[in-house]
Protein backbone atom coordinates (compact mmCIF):
# COMPACT_ATOMS: atom_id res chain seq x y z
CA UNK A 1 0.00 0.00 0.00
CA UNK A 2 2.68 2.36 0.71
CA UNK A 3 4.76 1.59 -2.57
CA UNK A 4 1.89 2.92 -4.35
CA UNK A 5 1.10 4.96 -2.59
CA UNK A 6 4.84 6.56 -3.38
CA UNK A 7 3.85 5.62 -7.00
CA UNK A 8 1.03 8.22 -7.22
CA UNK A 9 3.12 10.64 -5.70
CA UNK A 10 5.81 10.70 -8.04
CA UNK A 11 3.45 10.56 -11.14
CA UNK A 12 1.65 13.76 -9.60
CA UNK A 13 5.25 15.30 -9.00
CA UNK A 14 6.52 14.63 -12.75
CA UNK A 15 2.92 15.87 -13.71
CA UNK A 16 3.33 18.92 -11.89
CA UNK A 17 6.65 19.48 -12.87
CA UNK A 18 6.00 18.94 -16.74
CA UNK A 19 3.06 21.59 -16.11
CA UNK A 20 5.71 24.34 -14.99
CA UNK A 21 8.16 23.81 -17.93
CA UNK A 22 5.16 23.59 -20.30
CA UNK A 23 4.05 26.68 -18.94
CA UNK A 24 7.74 28.59 -18.75
CA UNK A 25 8.25 27.61 -22.33
CA UNK A 26 5.12 28.93 -23.39
CA UNK A 27 5.83 32.83 -21.27
CA UNK A 28 9.41 32.30 -23.44
CA UNK A 29 7.46 31.30 -26.63
CA UNK A 30 4.88 34.09 -26.04
CA UNK A 31 7.78 36.67 -24.62
CA UNK A 32 10.18 36.39 -28.04
CA UNK A 33 6.59 36.44 -30.18
CA UNK A 34 5.86 39.53 -28.23
CA UNK A 35 9.27 40.85 -29.06
CA UNK A 36 9.25 40.01 -32.61
CA UNK A 37 5.79 41.80 -33.13
CA UNK A 38 7.28 45.01 -31.52
CA UNK A 39 10.30 45.29 -33.39
CA UNK A 40 8.62 45.01 -36.40
CA UNK A 41 5.97 47.41 -35.50
CA UNK A 42 8.87 49.48 -34.60
CA UNK A 43 10.55 49.30 -38.20
CA UNK A 44 7.04 49.92 -40.14
CA UNK A 45 6.06 53.15 -37.74
CA UNK A 46 10.09 54.24 -38.64
CA UNK A 47 9.51 53.74 -42.33
CA UNK A 48 6.19 55.22 -42.18
CA UNK A 49 7.12 58.08 -40.48
CA UNK A 50 10.48 58.84 -43.01
CA UNK A 51 7.66 57.98 -46.06
CA UNK A 52 5.09 59.93 -45.07
CA UNK A 53 6.35 63.84 -44.52
CA UNK A 54 4.07 66.93 -43.37
CA UNK A 55 1.54 64.66 -42.12
CA UNK A 56 0.35 63.05 -45.01
CA UNK A 57 0.05 59.39 -44.13
CA UNK A 58 -2.26 58.16 -46.66
CA UNK A 59 -1.80 54.80 -48.31
CA UNK A 60 -1.53 56.62 -52.03
CA UNK A 61 0.97 58.91 -50.52
CA UNK A 62 3.56 56.49 -48.67
CA UNK A 63 2.57 54.22 -52.16
CA UNK A 64 4.24 57.44 -54.28
CA UNK A 65 7.08 58.53 -51.31
CA UNK A 66 8.39 54.47 -51.92
CA UNK A 67 8.82 54.93 -55.32
CA UNK A 68 10.20 58.02 -55.40
CA UNK A 69 12.85 56.63 -52.82
CA UNK A 70 13.75 53.55 -55.04
CA UNK A 71 14.08 55.84 -58.26
CA UNK A 72 17.01 57.78 -55.82
CA UNK A 73 18.60 55.00 -54.62
CA UNK A 74 18.74 53.55 -58.49
CA UNK A 75 19.52 56.78 -59.34
CA UNK A 76 22.66 56.68 -56.36
CA UNK A 77 23.72 53.37 -57.53
CA UNK A 78 24.48 54.37 -61.10
CA UNK A 79 26.28 57.17 -60.10
CA UNK A 80 28.18 55.39 -57.93
CA UNK A 81 28.89 52.83 -60.60
CA UNK A 82 31.95 53.59 -63.04
CA UNK A 83 30.62 55.87 -65.90
CA UNK A 84 33.08 55.38 -68.96
CA UNK A 85 34.21 59.13 -70.09
CA UNK A 86 32.01 61.40 -72.48
CA UNK A 87 33.81 61.66 -76.03
CA UNK A 88 34.03 65.50 -76.49
CA UNK A 89 33.53 66.70 -79.97
CA UNK A 90 36.73 68.33 -81.45
CA UNK A 91 36.30 72.20 -82.06
CA UNK A 92 36.20 73.24 -85.18
CA UNK A 93 38.06 76.31 -86.59
CA UNK A 94 36.61 79.41 -88.13
CA UNK A 95 37.70 78.47 -91.27
CA UNK A 96 36.38 74.81 -91.06
CA UNK A 97 32.71 76.25 -89.97
CA UNK A 98 32.75 77.89 -93.08
CA UNK A 99 31.09 76.81 -96.80
CA UNK A 100 33.89 74.46 -99.29
CA UNK A 101 34.06 77.76 -101.22
CA UNK A 102 35.40 79.49 -98.27
CA UNK A 103 37.64 77.11 -97.17
CA UNK A 104 39.03 76.59 -100.75
CA UNK A 105 39.82 80.72 -101.51
CA UNK A 106 41.23 80.61 -97.36
CA UNK A 107 43.87 78.15 -98.62
CA UNK A 108 45.58 80.61 -100.87
CA UNK A 109 46.84 82.63 -97.44
CA UNK A 110 49.15 82.17 -95.01
CA UNK A 111 48.04 82.75 -91.71
CA UNK A 112 50.88 82.89 -90.19
CA UNK A 113 52.50 85.31 -92.14
CA UNK A 114 52.40 89.27 -92.47
CA UNK A 115 51.87 90.47 -96.53
CA UNK A 116 52.89 93.91 -97.51
CA UNK A 117 49.63 95.94 -98.81
CA UNK A 118 49.55 95.80 -102.14
CA UNK A 119 50.31 91.50 -101.60
CA UNK A 120 47.18 91.49 -99.17
CA UNK A 121 44.98 93.28 -102.03
CA UNK A 122 45.84 91.21 -104.44
CA UNK A 123 45.43 88.33 -102.45
CA UNK A 124 42.14 90.02 -101.06
CA UNK A 125 41.05 90.12 -105.19
CA UNK A 126 41.73 86.93 -105.35
CA UNK A 127 39.68 85.22 -102.52
CA UNK A 128 36.51 87.33 -103.63
CA UNK A 129 33.94 84.63 -104.94
CA UNK A 130 30.94 86.01 -104.09
CA UNK A 131 28.55 87.02 -107.38
CA UNK A 132 28.88 90.43 -105.99
CA UNK A 133 31.65 93.38 -106.82
CA UNK A 134 32.20 92.93 -102.89
CA UNK A 135 34.03 95.98 -100.89
CA UNK A 136 37.22 95.46 -99.77
CA UNK A 137 37.49 95.95 -96.25
CA UNK A 138 40.02 97.46 -93.89
CA UNK A 139 40.15 96.68 -90.30
CA UNK A 140 42.74 98.22 -88.32
CA UNK A 141 42.99 97.30 -84.71
CA UNK A 142 44.70 100.67 -82.55
CA UNK A 143 46.09 100.67 -78.92
CA UNK A 144 43.93 103.78 -77.65
CA UNK A 145 40.66 103.68 -75.24
CA UNK A 146 37.83 105.22 -76.75
CA UNK A 147 36.41 106.13 -73.27
CA UNK A 148 39.03 109.21 -73.00
CA UNK A 149 37.87 111.69 -75.16
CA UNK A 150 41.43 112.86 -76.74
CA UNK A 151 41.33 108.64 -77.48
CA UNK A 152 37.87 108.77 -79.40
CA UNK A 153 39.48 109.10 -83.02
CA UNK A 154 37.41 110.08 -85.59
CA UNK A 155 38.24 111.36 -89.15
CA UNK A 156 37.54 111.49 -92.76
CA UNK A 157 39.47 111.06 -96.06
CA UNK A 158 38.53 111.23 -99.25
CA UNK A 159 39.63 107.96 -101.25
CA UNK A 160 41.72 109.26 -104.38
CA UNK A 161 39.78 105.96 -106.74
CA UNK A 162 36.53 106.52 -104.94
CA UNK A 163 34.37 104.66 -103.08
CA UNK A 164 32.94 102.63 -105.80
CA UNK A 165 29.15 103.92 -104.25
CA UNK A 166 26.80 105.86 -106.11
CA UNK A 167 25.77 108.33 -102.88
CA UNK A 168 22.70 110.77 -103.18
CA UNK A 169 23.70 113.86 -101.53
CA UNK A 170 21.29 116.73 -99.82
CA UNK A 171 22.02 119.98 -98.72
CA UNK A 172 20.29 122.11 -96.19
CA UNK A 173 21.58 125.55 -96.59
CA UNK A 174 20.55 129.50 -97.26
CA UNK A 175 18.71 130.65 -99.93
CA UNK A 176 21.53 132.18 -101.50
CA UNK A 177 23.92 128.77 -101.72
CA UNK A 178 21.29 126.57 -102.75
CA UNK A 179 22.46 127.45 -106.01
CA UNK A 180 25.55 126.43 -105.75
CA UNK A 181 24.60 123.34 -104.38
CA UNK A 182 23.00 122.24 -106.75
CA UNK A 183 25.76 122.76 -109.60
CA UNK A 184 28.16 121.41 -107.47
CA UNK A 185 26.50 117.98 -107.97
CA UNK A 186 23.88 118.25 -104.80
CA UNK A 187 20.83 115.38 -105.16
CA UNK A 188 18.94 117.70 -103.51
CA UNK A 189 19.04 121.25 -102.04
CA UNK A 190 17.13 123.70 -100.42
CA UNK A 191 16.65 125.70 -97.55
CA UNK A 192 12.89 125.59 -95.38
CA UNK A 193 11.65 123.70 -97.84
CA UNK A 194 13.75 120.99 -97.13
CA UNK A 195 12.80 120.95 -93.68
CA UNK A 196 9.26 120.58 -95.01
CA UNK A 197 10.10 117.07 -96.34
CA UNK A 198 12.04 115.82 -92.91
CA UNK A 199 8.56 117.34 -91.35
CA UNK A 200 6.76 114.32 -93.69
CA UNK A 201 9.45 111.71 -93.00
CA UNK A 202 10.71 111.64 -96.09
CA UNK A 203 14.40 110.88 -96.13
CA UNK A 204 15.96 109.64 -99.45
CA UNK A 205 19.24 110.81 -98.97
CA UNK A 206 22.74 109.24 -98.26
CA UNK A 207 24.73 112.35 -97.11
CA UNK A 208 23.22 115.58 -95.47
CA UNK A 209 25.66 118.43 -95.90
CA UNK A 210 24.80 121.86 -93.98
CA UNK A 211 25.99 125.28 -93.63
CA UNK A 212 26.77 126.61 -89.67
CA UNK A 213 23.91 129.13 -90.13
CA UNK A 214 21.19 126.44 -90.51
CA UNK A 215 22.20 123.85 -87.92
CA UNK A 216 20.29 125.53 -85.13
CA UNK A 217 17.15 125.32 -87.17
CA UNK A 218 18.04 120.98 -87.33
CA UNK A 219 18.04 120.55 -83.94
CA UNK A 220 14.24 119.11 -83.15
CA UNK A 221 15.12 116.34 -85.83
CA UNK A 222 18.39 114.98 -84.00
CA UNK A 223 16.44 112.19 -83.25
CA UNK A 224 15.60 111.46 -86.58
CA UNK A 225 18.95 111.76 -88.43
CA UNK A 226 21.13 110.92 -85.34
CA UNK A 227 20.22 107.06 -85.39
CA UNK A 228 20.58 106.85 -89.35
CA UNK A 229 24.12 108.61 -88.81
CA UNK A 230 22.61 111.56 -90.96
CA UNK A 231 23.17 114.18 -88.69
CA UNK A 232 25.79 117.17 -90.21
CA UNK A 233 28.89 117.45 -88.21
CA UNK A 234 31.75 119.38 -88.18
CA UNK A 235 33.99 116.38 -87.48
CA UNK A 236 32.60 114.50 -90.54
CA UNK A 237 33.18 118.00 -92.43
CA UNK A 238 29.22 117.42 -93.40
CA UNK A 239 28.89 121.27 -91.68
CA UNK A 240 30.69 123.84 -93.53
CA UNK A 241 30.54 127.42 -95.06
CA UNK A 242 31.50 126.02 -98.30
CA UNK A 243 28.89 123.44 -99.37
CA UNK A 244 30.02 123.37 -102.74
CA UNK A 245 33.18 122.22 -101.89
CA UNK A 246 31.93 119.68 -99.06
CA UNK A 247 29.14 118.19 -102.23
CA UNK A 248 32.17 118.00 -104.40
CA UNK A 249 34.82 115.84 -102.29
CA UNK A 250 31.33 113.42 -101.22
CA UNK A 251 30.91 112.67 -104.85
CA UNK A 252 35.01 111.83 -104.86
CA UNK A 253 34.66 109.26 -102.59
CA UNK A 254 35.35 111.09 -99.36
CA UNK A 255 34.24 108.68 -96.09
CA UNK A 256 34.47 108.96 -92.74
CA UNK A 257 36.26 106.47 -89.92
CA UNK A 258 36.23 106.53 -86.13
CA UNK A 259 37.18 103.82 -83.74
CA UNK A 260 34.50 101.44 -82.04
CA UNK A 261 34.40 100.46 -78.14
CA UNK A 262 36.97 97.75 -78.84
CA UNK A 263 39.40 100.08 -80.23
CA UNK A 264 38.76 98.88 -83.72
CA UNK A 265 38.50 101.28 -87.16
CA UNK A 266 36.45 99.33 -89.66
CA UNK A 267 36.20 101.42 -93.38
CA UNK A 268 35.41 99.85 -96.61
CA UNK A 269 38.04 100.83 -99.40
CA UNK A 270 36.42 100.56 -102.67
CA UNK A 271 34.82 97.59 -104.52
CA UNK A 272 36.84 94.26 -105.50
CA UNK A 273 36.74 95.12 -109.32
CA UNK A 274 39.08 98.23 -109.14
CA UNK A 275 42.06 98.18 -109.89
CA UNK A 276 44.87 96.85 -107.38
CA UNK A 277 46.90 99.89 -107.70
CA UNK A 278 43.71 101.64 -107.34
CA UNK A 279 42.58 99.89 -104.31
CA UNK A 280 46.40 100.73 -102.47
CA UNK A 281 45.94 104.22 -103.01
CA UNK A 282 43.12 103.92 -101.20
CA UNK A 283 44.15 101.93 -98.47
CA UNK A 284 47.42 104.09 -98.25
CA UNK A 285 45.74 107.10 -97.44
CA UNK A 286 43.48 106.09 -95.13
CA UNK A 287 46.60 104.92 -93.20
CA UNK A 288 48.20 108.15 -93.40
CA UNK A 289 45.10 109.59 -91.83
CA UNK A 290 45.07 107.22 -88.73
CA UNK A 291 48.98 107.89 -88.65
CA UNK A 292 48.96 111.73 -88.42
CA UNK A 293 45.82 111.40 -85.88
CA UNK A 294 47.79 109.45 -83.16
CA UNK A 295 46.91 111.03 -79.69
CA UNK A 296 49.87 112.57 -77.60
CA UNK A 297 48.49 110.98 -74.76
CA UNK A 298 48.84 107.64 -75.66
CA UNK A 299 51.58 105.50 -74.14
CA UNK A 300 52.47 101.83 -75.57
CA UNK A 301 51.91 100.82 -79.10
CA UNK A 302 49.56 102.52 -81.08
CA UNK A 303 48.53 99.89 -84.07
CA UNK A 304 48.54 96.54 -83.14
CA UNK A 305 46.81 94.80 -86.55
CA UNK A 306 46.50 95.09 -89.85
CA UNK A 307 43.86 93.24 -91.49
CA UNK A 308 41.98 93.39 -95.14
CA UNK A 309 38.91 90.93 -96.08
CA UNK A 310 36.18 91.28 -98.47
CA UNK A 311 32.64 91.00 -98.46
CA UNK A 312 32.07 87.57 -97.10
CA UNK A 313 35.90 86.48 -97.87
CA UNK A 314 38.45 85.49 -95.73
CA UNK A 315 40.91 88.15 -93.58
CA UNK A 316 44.42 88.86 -95.02
CA UNK A 317 47.12 90.36 -92.22
CA UNK A 318 48.96 93.66 -93.34
CA UNK A 319 52.69 94.05 -92.11
CA UNK A 320 52.29 96.97 -89.17
CA UNK A 321 55.01 98.80 -91.04
CA UNK A 322 52.79 99.63 -93.83
CA UNK A 323 51.86 102.54 -91.17
Same mark, same amino acid.
Given at each position: ?39 ? #? ?9 ? *? ?15 ? @? ?9 ? &??? /??? =? ?16 ? #? ?35 ? =????? +? !?? *? ?16 ? $? =?? *? ?23 ? @? ?26 ? !? ?9 ? +? =???? $?? *?????? /? ?18 ? @? ?19 ? &? ?8 ? @? ?17 ? !? $? ?5
Amino acid at each position: MATKKNNDELVTAEKQAVKKVTKKVAELVETETIAEVIVD #ETKKIEKTEKL *AKAGKRSAKSIKETEEK @LVKEEKKAAKE &DAT /VAP =KVVAKTRTRVERKGKKFQ #EVAKLIDRNKEYSLKEAVELAQKTAKVSFDSTLELHI =KLGVD +P !RH *ADQNLRANVVLPAGTGKT $V =KI *AVFTDHDSVAAAKKAGADIAGSDDF @LQQLDKGIIDFDVLIASPSVMPKLGKYA !RILGPKGLMPS +P =KSGT $VT *ADVAKA /VSEAKAGRVEYRVDSTGIVH @LGAGKVSFKTEDLVKNVRVVL &DSIKSSKPAS @LKGNYVLSIYLSTSMGPSV !R $VSNTEL
